[in-house]
């Protein structure tokens, strides 16, 4: 045997033996999806995280070949949700799309049955949104300043709605009634859009709201608005000053939305979701209704998404108590 047929010999079984490993490491990675995936959320329709599924799912159904199924389970400030999903089968069919606020402000509020930590496992940041200052239209201002002044001069008269208590526009208000210094009563809706409707009623006054589910009450002339929270002025809000222009300079709040699923599922399957998820945001008719509601692409690495929930939560530990907020 020459020396050159030995060397092809050996390249073919090397070859072989490399296909044999990748045949067997193949096999074993899990089949995903084999059946409907569930996205759970917790909060009921009307809301910026119900907005932000309804938007994503139809793309996610289509490129996994299973109907991605959005699961409104409304209750204990989003926690229920955050429960099931922790303590769902780890095959990739329970995903949970989670508001920041659920997973960083949750743990000083209340003694949770699951460790966000210990029991998710973070895909990606999926989007983010700005909080704007609204008032039903029988309040008598038309800007943060007059708002401010009245509820100054009229301590207790004022009252705000939120989804509830410990939630994203709860802790979004309370920033704000600290950094000017007056107050008002906090009415605790079950979700944003019964917090919405409620402000439409005029059962509450005044709500610091997202952006993607309050806005075209604005443009519709139903809600009056008076400020946003982001850093600098966004494209859909472009008219309104910010509340750092008004007088409060490094004021910014904004929301987060992530992909979440328990934490023992496979790696290949989460990797997976946050592929097909990314290749969602890219679709250009989902960019242009993200836009169009104020909901900004964000996304990061599983590891990057961990580390923002840690340093929020402690964040969020200061402010709860300061505030003296407790979870109902």
Not at 47 to 55: S, V, W
Not at 225 to 249: F, I, N, S
Request: no cysteine; proline share 6%.
């Amino acid at each position: 045997m020459t020396s050159i047929t030995r060397v092809n010999r050996a390249m073919r079984l090397l070859a072989a033996s490399l296909l044999g490993v990748a045949a067997i490491a193949q096999a074993a990675e899990p089949a995903y999806p084999t059946r409907p995936v569930r996205l759970l959320l917790g909060f009921p329709p009307g809301g910026a995280t119900d907005a932000l599924a309804r938007i994503i799912t139809p793309k996610l159904s289509d490129a996994m070949g299973q109907t991605w199924i959005v699961d409104n389970r409304g209750g204990a400030g989003g926690n229920l949700a955050a429960e099931m999903a922790a303590h769902a089968n780890p095959d990739g069919h329970t995903v949970f799309l989670a508001l920041s606020t659920q997973l960083t402000a949750s743990p000083s509020l209340y003694k949770l049955p699951f460790d966000v930590e210990r029991d998710l496992q973070p895909i990606t940041t999926l989007a983010t949104h700005e909080h704007i200052v609204l008032v039903n239209p029988n309040v008598p201002v038309k800007t943060l300043k007059e708002l401010i002044a009245l509820a100054k001069q009229k301590p207790g008269a004022l009252n705000y709605a939120s989804s509830g208590v410990g939630g994203s526009l709860h802790l979004a208000a309370e920033l704000l009634k600290r950094r000017a210094g007056f107050d008002m009563v906090h009415i605790a809706y079950k979700g944003a859009g019964p917090a919405i409707a409620g402000l439409l009623a005029g059962e509450a006054q005044v709500m610091v709201g997202a952006v993607p589910s309050t806005f075209v009450y604005v443009t519709s002339g139903r809600l009056r608005a008076l400020a946003t929270t982001g850093a600098k002025r966004h494209q859909v809000t472009a008219d309104l000053p910010t509340v750092a222009e008004l007088g409060y300079p490094g004021f910014e709040n904004i929301a987060w939305f992530g992909l979440f699923v328990p934490s023992a599922t496979p790696k290949s399957i989460a990797e997976r979701i946050r592929t097909e998820a990314l290749k969602a945001l890219e679709h250009p008719d989902v960019r242009s209704t993200m836009t169009r509601l104020g909901l900004d692409r964000e996304t990061s690495t599983p590891a990057q998404l961990a580390a923002r929930i840690k340093a929020e939560t402690a964040q969020l530990a200061v402010v709860i108590k300061e505030a003296g907020i407790r979870g109902e």
